[in-house]
Every structure is written in structure tokens, then in C-alpha cells.
């Protein structure tokens, strides 16, 4: 038989051999109940946000069936036709089956019925995709993650229908469809099953959901314990390993709204068969704080762009319409009705009913976006993801400090770093990944090569490099084994301060920092101090980059431009793919660059250790195929140093109107920066136009009970704990 997909017209299919409702026992959804769906397909209608999708839905799966079935020969990487076409065949199935649940109408059940024989057909005979890259190539798409995510969307179409099947087409889908790809992404790629990763749960959903699709209970224990069924991998362990008590995701925010489809269907999938395994009260209901942790980690809806991570992902996907559904379904939680109402979707199911149901009732509440940590590791105890927020809405200023653990292969070697949105744009930037998603021209849509020579390297983020290296070798083995300790953390007054320290990154070097969000009289939005502290066993090169969006508009100290040619930085870790466009020394009191964003000015003020220099340049050097964004970044810069410490000030501050031709305050508003280290603590104190100043107080101990003293300008200050605020004139908020 050919393995050219057979084309089906609509009016063919129509016309196929009719299916027949079985009641044969173990033939019935799993997932939802007929009353369950029978109740949607009354009550959808009804409900402005379900009738969309509703609407939404027919359309595409109507589409579908008047194009025919198409089931390809798998041969292209991600982007190329046979990875779409069969990416659309699963929508295609899933929205089928739920269809027919909810409207009756047998041409649905017949259309998932004709494509799953096609793959009958097909499946079989298939073996390793001919675009693969490594041990984890799949059968239908180059890697074995997407057969998975195939499957998790196709079996709960399948599901919807199966009793609509006789014996024999049942027999030959479960046989030569489902129950195979479950062997191969479980017995047949053991080492990709059994990992802690994303990959993995994908895997582990996949299994499972054909397990209890086919009521096959081996496959359902193989995929909550493990290939070897002793519970040290498995969607259990993963749940145990993946999540911190607070609910975030080691591999960061971009890869826990990834992961969060797959943990939370298959955990209603094992809610709905086996509830009396409590699943989502699971590990004190962590998937549960996990979905609220994935809202919490965005800016006005998307992600913060950390780890591998695009930044153009937000909570209008997939995986976020289903979490949100599915979590309101369970906790009944007001706030998640106003995410699913910025979403502007919900899903076909009885949890997509549910939230367009109290929606018309009125019952969404705000969400609470906050000032938080959220630790990472299993026990809460490497690091965490500090967020301070200095209101709730959608432009307020947002400060994150990355002081979690690597975060596995998808991580990036940027401990301590730190991000900033303000006034609704990205102020301090991350790069994210180099990668073009799906684009098949950019390497097949893979992550390229710059992902490693740029993204991941230190010196593409906003923290201390040591000469010229990344941390911990630009090996991600090795960051695994260490992580910062977070020293202090207060979120909850006006002004908020996170301390922690990095011991090992680099063989005798141990950096702390201290990232404060100061608000202050006439600010549009609060000033941002940030205070590190290098100590090392041996002289060496520290630079500490700012990766900023905007235009200069103003330089306080003299540059020497490279006009003629443009020379790169350096050679390898990074380096070798900046521009440097100017280089500088600045004096005591000019060391201030400014740029504008949109309608906002910000100006960053240095006290850089003696001797510093200044690089401004600019990422896409030693980039032949254009793979990387041109984005400008400074480079604060000291040599054959032991210690350091870089003591900077951001101030957002003005505002241009270009429709009025109006500029407002676009020089800063502080008149001097500076900082005195006394036996116990860093004094850091700023000085304003108005003649207002703010003293800040860090102590070098971060316990809270320990007192301190300390004279700054005949100023008398006295204090308990790590941190202390002093203001005088104008200047309190």
C-alpha cells in the first residue's frame, strides 16, 4: 500500500462508510461525561466567550474537511509543509472530536474517524524522520517532543469519538496509531522519557492519555512513574523536580507556559479517571500556584523573555487558554475570569463553559498582580525570580532580578542578572533566544548557532563578566551543580529590595548584588539602584553590561568614536559578536549616558570603580547570515582589579509629545550619586535638583536583628536589619 496520503473531498467523506455508536464497555470518553458535554452543548451558546470559540472552531475544522484529508510522508523540519500539515491534522482532530460531542453531527466523527486510518496507514511503516538532529528525532516531525505534543492533542479527539467506532476501526487505530506511538516515545526512547524536562512531560502526557484512552493501566503507571516504574521519573517526579514550592518552573518563564499544557491535561485526564489521587492537591496544589505563577511572570500579558525564550509569546496561547480554564474549573479562583477576558478565548470543553458562564455573571475580579519571589528548586532553596512591581496595571514599572538556578539546558549562564519594562515597553532588555521559531529558512526553526556564541553567553545579559568568560565555563552541567543564595527580600512596602550573592561561578570569585526600587516625590516612575559587589582571590578584567532599548539622546563624558571602522570587542564567549562604537573614561560626576523610549527619557548615572571605562556598541558583529537583532548595549569596564564595585542609578524621568512638538523634563532630575563603604554596611546616597536627598543603607549582614550605625555627611543613622531608607527635603514616598 502507498504512504502517499490518500485526498478525501468533502462530499467523499461524507459519503465514506457511515460509523455506527458503539456501546461496547471501555469505548466511552474518558475525559468528559456525555452529561458533561450534552450540558456544553446547551449551555455554550448562551455565552458570548464559548460561542466564539465555538464559531472559532467549526470554521477551521470546516476548512479542513472541505481541503480533504492530507496525511504526508513526513519529511520536512519545523516550518516545512509536511511539519505544518501534520501540525494542523492534529488541530484538525482535536477540534473534530470535540465538535462532535457538542453539536451531534456525525460528519465530525466521520472526519476524525477517515484521517486516524489514513495514519493507520501510514504510522507503521514509519521510521526515523529523515530531518532529525540526535538522539531524540521523532516519526512525524524532526524531533520526538512534537510526535508527542501530536498526540496529546490528537487522543483527545480520538477520545471524543471512539464510541462512535466499530469494533475493527477501533482495533485498528488503538493498534496501529496510539498504542505504537507510545511505545516509541516511552520503551522506544527511554533516555528522552525518563529525563526531568519539558521534553519529557510531553512524553509522559502523551502515554498516559493513551492509557487511559485505550484503558490500558500499564501505560498509565509507566507514564506517572517512570520507564521503570519506581517513581524516580515519570510525571509524578517531574512535578516533584520541575516546580518550587512557590509553583515557577525551573526553566524559566517562556518554558513553564510551554510545560503547562501538558501537566495540567493530563492531570484532568487523571482527575476525571482516578480522582481519588487528589492530583491537583498534589505536592500542597503546586500545579495549581503553578498556573497563577506562569500569569504572574509576564508584562502586560507576555513573558518575561528569559532562559531560551521569544519574546513575543504571551498569555494568548494554548497552553494558557487551557491552564486558565481548567484552573478556574478547579478552584473557582474570580481573578483567572479576567485573565480568560484579556485572553479573548476559552476552550470547547465544560471548564470553557464554565468561565464564559460567570464571565456574563459578572463574577471576574482583577487579577492580583504583586511584588513577589519566586524561589526556585525543589525546596524553594536556589535562588529565585524577584519581582517588583510598582503598581498593578499594565504600564507600570516592572524590575525582575534573575537570581535562580541554571535552569538546565534552556538556561543561560546570567547570574544576577536583571530586566526592566516600564511605562509599557522593555527598558532593560534580555535577548531571549537567537531563533526563529517554524521558520524553515532559519535552520528549520531550531534554535541556530548565536543561540550559544551570543544568547546564552554572560555578556549578552545584565550582569558581571570576568575576564571575558561566561560563568561557570558556558557549560550548563557545571551552573546546574551551583546557585545564588537569596539573601533579603522585601516586596511589600513602596520601596523594594532584593539582595543575593553568587559563590562559584567563576573559580575564586564571589559576586552580591543589590537591586532597589525607589520611588520618589515627582517620579514618573520609580528610580532604580543597583549596588554589586565583586571580591576575587586574583586580579582580573570585570565588565559589567546594560542591554538597553532606546535612542541616546545625551552623554556626559567625552567618547572616542570608531567612525572610519567599526572594531569588534573580542573574540570568543560573545565577545566576537559586538560592534564597538565609542569608548570613554568617565570623570567623577559625568558618568551618565541618556536615551528616549517612546515618550519616556531614562538616564543611567555610574559610579564605576577607579579606572573604569565606558564601551558602547552594539550585538551582530561576526553574524554573516543576519541571525542576530542589532541592539545597542554599555559596557562598564576595569582591569587587573581584585575587587570592585559598580554602583549605578536609573531614573525614568519626562516625557516627549510628538504630536504637540513638546519635550518636558528631559534632563535628570538628580544632581550627584555617591557611595561610602563603612565597616558594615554600603551607603549609598542620591541628591536631587529640588535639594532633596535619599539615603539608602545596606549592611553587609542580611539578618534582621542585627543593629547598625553609620555617619554619612554628619548625618546620624541608625538601623536594624539589612536595609534602611533615609530621606530628607522632598524627596519621601
Given amino acids: 500500500m502507498s504512504r502517499i496520503a490518500i485526498l478525501l473531498a468533502g462530499a467523499a467523506l461524507l459519503a465514506a462508510a457511515p460509523v455506527t455508536a458503539q456501546s461496547a464497555p471501555g469505548a466511552q470518553p474518558t475525559l468528559f461525561r456525555a452529561d458533561e458535554m450534552a450540558a456544553t452543548a446547551r449551555a455554550g451558546g448562551s455565552y458570548p466567550l464559548f460561542a466564539a470559540e465555538m464559531k472559532r472552531v467549526r470554521r477551521e475544522v470546516d476548512k479542513a474537511i472541505k481541503a480533504g484529508i492530507i496525511v504526508p510522508v513526513p519529511k520536512d523540519p519545523g516550518g516545512g509543509y509536511t511539519h505544518e500539515q501534520h ?115 510531553w512524553a509522559c502526557a502523551a502515554v498516559g492519555m493513551i492509557g487511559y484512552v485505550l484503558r490500558d493501566p500499564a501505560l498509565v503507571t509507566k507514564a506517572l512513574k517512570g520507564g521503570a516504574g519506581d517513581g524516580k521519573s515519570g510525571f509524578l517526579r517531574q512535578i516533584d523536580q520541575l516546580f518550587s514550592p512557590d509553583g515557577y518552573y525551573t526553566e524559566g518563564p517562556y518554558y513553564q507556559r510551554y510545560a503547562m499544557q501538558p501537566f495540567v491535561l493530563f492531570a484532568r485526564f487523571i482527575e476525571a479517571n482516578e480522582p481519588e489521587r487528589q492530583i491537583f492537591q498534589y505536592r500542597d496544589g503546586v500545579l495549581l500556584k503553578a498556573i497563577r505563577t506562569s500569569i504572574q511572570l509576564t508584562y502586560d500579558g507576555y513573558f518575561f523573555p528569559l532562559n531560551d525564550a521569544m519574546p513575543d509569546k504571551s498569555l494568548r496561547t494554548d497552553e494558557l487558554y487551557q491552564a486558565v480554564a481548567i484552573g478556574y474549573q478547579v478552584t473557582k479562583d474570580p481573578s483567572l475570569l479576567a485573565i480568560a477576558e484579556w485572553q479573548g478565548r476559552t476552550v470547547l470543553t465544560p471548564d470553557g463553559v464554565a468561565v464564559a458562564r460567570d464571565l456574563v455573571a459578572g463574577k471576574a475580579k482583577p ?30 514599572e516592572v524590575l525582575v532580578a534573575k537570581n535562580s538556578a541554571m535552569g538546565m539546558g534552556h538556561g543561560h549562564f546570567d547570574k544576577l542578572s536583571w530586566i526592566l519594562y516600564d511605562d ?32 546564552k553567553q554572560t555578556v549578552a545579559h545584565n550582569t558581571l563578566v570576568v575576564d571575558e568568560t561566561s560563568d561557570f565555563g558556558a557549560k550548563w552541567q557545571a551552573g546546574e551543580k551551583l546557585a545564588p543564595r537569596q539573601l533579603f527580600w522585601s516586596g511589600d512596602g513602596p520601596t523594594k529590595v532584593s539582595t543575593a550573592e553568587m559563590t562559584g561561578a567563576w573559580p575564586g570569585v564571589t559576586f552580591r548584588r543589590t537591586l532597589i526600587q525607589l520611588p520618589v516625590d515627582g517620579g514618573e516612575s520609580p528610580l532604580i539602584v543597583d549596588l554589586l559587589d565583586v571580591r576575587g582571590d586574583k586580579p582580573a578584567t570585570y565588565d559589567l553590561p546594560l542591554h538597553y532599548a532606546g535612542q541616546i539622546t545625551d552623554i556626559g563624558f567625552p567618547l572616542r568614536s570608531h567612525i572610519a571602522e567599526r572594531p569588534v570587542l573580542g573574540t570568543a564567549n560573545g565577545y566576537q559578536h559586538i560592534w564597538v562604537d565609542a569608548t570613554g573614561t568617565p570623570g567623577m560626576g559625568n558618568a551618565t549616558l541618556s536615551w528616549i523610549n517612546d515618550k519616556r527619557f531614562y538616564t543611567y548615572r555610574m559610579l564605576p570603580p577607579a579606572g573604569a571605562t565606558v564601551i558602547l556598541g552594539e550585538s551582530g558583529a561576526n553574524d554573516p547570515n543576519f541571525n542576530l537583532r542589532r541592539e545597542p548595549l554599555l559596557i562598564e569596564r576595569v582591569t587587573g582589579a581584585t575587587d570592585a564595585q559598580f554602583v549605578n542609578l536609573l531614573e525614568p524621568h519626562g516625557v516627549y509629545d510628538a504630536s504637540e512638538e513638546k519635550t518636558v523634563a528631559s534632563k535628570s532630575r538628580v544632581t550627584q550619586l555617591r557611595h561610602i563603604r563603612t565597616a558594615d554596611a554600603d551607603l549609598i546616597a542620591i541628591d536631587f535638583i529640588h535639594g532633596g536627598r535619599v539615603l539608602l543603607a545596606i549592611a553587609l549582614t542580611s539578618d534582621g536583628a542585627t543593629a547598625h550605625s553609620a555617619t554619612f555627611d554628619g548625618q546620624k543613622l541608625d538601623w536594624k536589619g539589612h536595609f534602611a531608607r533615609f530621606d530628607t527635603g522632598a524627596s519621601a514616598k
Fill in 87 to 201: 501540525k494542523r491534522n492534529y488541530t484538525a482532530l482535536y477540534g473534530a472530536g470535540l465538535l462532535y460531542r457538542i453539536t451531534g453531527e456525525r460528519r465530525y466523527a466521520d472526519f476524525a474517524r477517515a484521517m486516524l486510518l489514513d495514519y493507520a496507514r501510514l504510522y507503521p511503516g514509519l521510521g526515523p524522520h529523515p530531518a532529525r538532529q540526535g538522539k531524540s528525532g521523532g516519526r512525524l516531525f524532526w524531533q520526538s517532543l512534537n510526535d508527542a505534543v501530536w498526540v496529546v492533542y490528537a487522543v483527545q479527539g480520538y477520545d471524543a469519538i471512539r464510541d462512535t467506532l466499530n469494533d475493527a476501526d477501533r482495533a485498528t487505530i488503538d493498534g496501529k496509531v496510539f498504542r505504537p506511538m507510545a511505545t516509541f516515545l516511552s520503551d522506544g526512547q527511554p533516555e528522552e522519557f525518563n529525563l526531568i524536562h519539558n521534553h519529557a512531560t
Fill in 367 to 396: 487579577f492580583p498582580f504583586m511584588s513577589q519571589l519566586f524561589r526556585d528548586g525543589p525546596q524553594g532553596e536556589q535562588g529565585g525570580l524577584g519581582v517588583m512591581r510598582s503598581g498593578p496595571g499594565d504600564n507600570a
Fill in 424 to 455: 509599557g515597553h522593555p527598558i532593560i532588555v534580555d535577548y531571549g533566544a537567537a531563533r526563529f521559531l517554524n521558520v524553515e529558512s532559519k535552520d528549520g526553526g531550531r534554535y541556530l548557532a548565536e543561540n550559544n556564541s551570543w544568547a
